[in-house]
């Protein structure tokens, strides 16, 4: 019992802080990314984060160029960086530590192809266009997201696709219910900023996932 109550507080903790930085977000401390890292990466986060499968829902070619906007300490962002080896992923944030943290591991465990990128408030300064985008727990640290992107359709390759994944409003776990952001609102967002909703997947048990094509 001790042992089962024990991981549930891990996976509580877990999903209220697995919300990679990538808007406006400095008020949430997340400064001291190797103590971040124990989070961010902790594998029981697996369980119902499902990495590989959102990646492979994406299709991704080997050769895409993808961005991951809210990277943290990288947990997709080295994973796309294995999945497409002929092509770059641009791991994105507003945190500059985690931006340093991000280059060092990208060397670290031999990632050429995994390049950080320091974001702005709201502006990701993207350096090149992309194929994919990429936010996991993001979405709703983003101010004027509208606006966001609007100017994000600058730095997309024709065809391009943005993948949203974020909290239910009514999931057990996960940031204060004030600071979520419904799918239905976030579709709305995205049509005004002239994205079509293009695939909805319902492979998390917490988070909605959805695609739009720029």
């Known amino acids: 019992m001790l042992r089962d109550l024990r991981a549930a507080a891990a996976l509580c903790l877990a999903l209220s802080a697995c919300a990679p930085t990538g808007g406006d977000h400095h008020d949430q401390g997340f400064t001291g990314a190797e103590k971040w890292a124990r989070v961010f990466d902790d594998p029981e986060r697996d369980a119902w984060q499902k990495p590989d499968e959102v990646i492979r829902t994406l299709k991704l070619p080997a050769d895409a160029t993808v961005a ?7 947990y997709f962002a080295v994973r796309l960086a ?21 280059g060092e591991r990208a060397q670290r465990e031999g990632l050429a192809n995994l390049i950080p990128v320091q974001a702005g408030p709201d502006d990701p300064k993207l350096p090149a266009p992309v194929d994919v985008v990429l936010l996991v727990s993001t979405y709703h640290h983003i101010p004027a997201r ?9 730095s997309l390759r024709p065809g391009a696709r943005v993948a949203i994944v974020d909290y239910h409003p009514d999931a057990p776990t996960g940031p204060p219910p004030a600071m979520r952001v419904a799918s239905g ?9 002239g994205y079509v909703l293009v695939g909805t997947h319902s492979l998390l048990p917490y988070q909605y996932f959805l695609v739009f094509a720029g």
């Open 68 to 74: 991951d906007i809210g990277a943290g300490t990288g």
């Open 146 to 154: 509208v606006e966001y992107f609007r100017r994000l359709r600058g």
């Open 185 to 193: 609102t976030a579709t709305e967002e995205l049509a005004r900023a």
């Open 82 to 102: 294995r999945a497409v080896p002929k092509g770059r992923i641009f791991a994105v944030d507003a945190e500059p530590d985690m931006v340093r943290y991000l």
